[in-house]
C-alpha cells in the first residue's frame, strides 16, 4: 500500500513535521491568514512543483496525493481553494467533486487539471489542461478564490 503524501506550506519560513505511522510529511508556518490551496494528485513530482511554484506567493498550500485523504482531510478544515488532477486511482478529480459535494463539507473553488477533455460538473469554477499554464492559473486564483 502506497502511503499519501501531505504537505502544507506558506510563504512564511516553515517548521517541519513528520509522521511516519501514516505516510504524511506536515509543514506548517504561523501565517494563517494568507488563503488556503489544496491540491490533489496521485504524480508526486507534480505536487512537489505545485509547492514550489506556490510556495513563494501568499498562500497556505496543503498536498494529498490520495484523493480519499484529501475528502477525510476535508472533513474538519476548510480550504479556498481546490486544484485536482481528473485522472487518479482510487477516485478522479469529478469524483473527488463529487464526493465533497455530497459530504456537503466547504467548497470555494474547484480547479480541475486534465489532459483530457472533460465535461463541465456542477461545483466545478475552472477546467485547466496539461500542461499547467501557472502563470493563467496564478491570476485566476487571485481574480477567483
Do not use: W
Amino acid at each position: 500500500m502506497q502511503a499519501s503524501l501531505l504537505f502544507v506550506t506558506s510563504r512564511s519560513i516553515p517548521t517541519y513535521q513528520a509522521s511516519s505511522s501514516n505516510g504524511r510529511i506536515v509543514l506548517t508556518s504561523e501565517n494563517e491568514k494568507n488563503k488556503r490551496i489544496l491540491f490533489v494528485d496521485d504524480d508526486l513530482s507534480i505536487l512537489e512543483l505545485y509547492e514550489a511554484i506556490f510556495a513563494r506567493l501568499p498562500y497556505e498550500i496543503i498536498c494529498h496525493s490520495d484523493p480519499l485523504e484529501a475528502v477525510r482531510f476535508l472533513k474538519n478544515e476548510k480550504v479556498d481553494v481546490i486544484i485536482s488532477d481528473f485522472s487518479m486511482p482510487k477516485l478522479n478529480g469529478l469524483g473527488l467533486l463529487e464526493t465533497i459535494r455530497k459530504k456537503k463539507y466547504h467548497l470555494g473553488c474547484f480547479i480541475l487539471v486534465s489532459g483530457k477533455i472533460v465535461d463541465p460538473a456542477e461545483g466545478l469554477t475552472e477546467i485547466f489542461s496539461k500542461p499547467i499554464p501557472f502563470t493563467k492559473l496564478i491570476n485566476f486564483i487571485k481574480e477567483n478564490a
